[in-house]
């Protein structure tokens, strides 16, 4: 890729989840590939309670953050988006007029999906919707989902071949040091305990 410019539109902790922790995960591993990252926030929550509620505060920075991303992509010239797609609506709606002028500026978007349940939602919201959906994730170059069990959720949108897997994560510096400090001669396996919602 000749141009280095990659833009990130997402939400870095907090609130601490899955989706905004790997968006920060995300972008420090593009930064060590040698790309210039631009992170666009797009922050409606700022704690875990208001995540899912609907709210005038959130209404009314529509404009802004839409406005935001917006402009710097025109600006920045990215030679890529990433764009950490939501499943639920009302923020889906978000995310598919911003997608919408996004590729309307010619910037190739991958989309990002850490959720399941678009093609349940799509289909219960009716024929409308599916069409916008169609059309916009359609126009996207590609996907990125959890595991191999999350590409049917979009398959209808975008074909199996531009649909790639990435696992959540954590940084594993501190398990590198771990192993390099363990005595070598210890044959114990690693326990690992893995706590989540």
């Known amino acids: 890729m000749k141009n280095k410019k990659i833009i990130v539109v997402g939400q870095l902790p907090p609130p601490h989840h899955g989706s905004n922790v790997m968006a920060d995960v995300f972008c420090e591993s593009l930064k060590k590939l040698g790309f210039q990252v631009i992170l666009c926030e797009k922050s409606f929550s700022k704690k875990m309670q208001e995540m899912g509620d609907f709210s005038l505060k959130k209404i009314l920075k529509i404009p802004a953050v839409s406005f935001k991303i917006i402009f710097n992509v025109i600006v920045s010239k990215p030679?890529?988006?990433?764009?950490?797609?939501?499943?639920?609506?009302?923020?889906?709606?978000?995310?598919?007029?911003v997608l919408f002028f996004i590729n309307l500026l010619g910037c190739g978007v991958v989309l990002y999906?850490?959720?399941?349940?678009?093609?349940r939602i799509i289909k219960e919201k009716g024929p409308f919707l599916q069409k916008i959906t169609h059309k916009i994730f359609s126009s996207c170059l590609g996907a990125i989902v959890l595991g191999e069990a999350l590409?049917?959720?979009i398959n209808r949108h975008i074909n199996d071949d531009r649909i790639f897997v990435l696992p959540n994560c954590i940084p594993d510096s501190g398990f590198?040091?771990?192993?390099?400090?363990?005595?070598?001669?210890?044959k114990k396996s690693i326990q690992i305990l893995y706590l989540s919602n």
Not at 79 to 97: E, R, T
Not at 113 to 119: A, D, Q, T, V
């Open 79 to 97: 030679g890529i988006c990433f764009y950490f797609a939501s499943v639920k609506p009302p923020s889906l709606y978000f995310d598919l007029m």
């Open 113 to 119: 999906l850490h959720g399941k349940g678009y093609e």
């Open 151 to 153: 590409k049917g959720d």
């Open 176 to 186: 590198l040091k771990y192993q390099e400090e363990r005595p070598p001669n210890k």
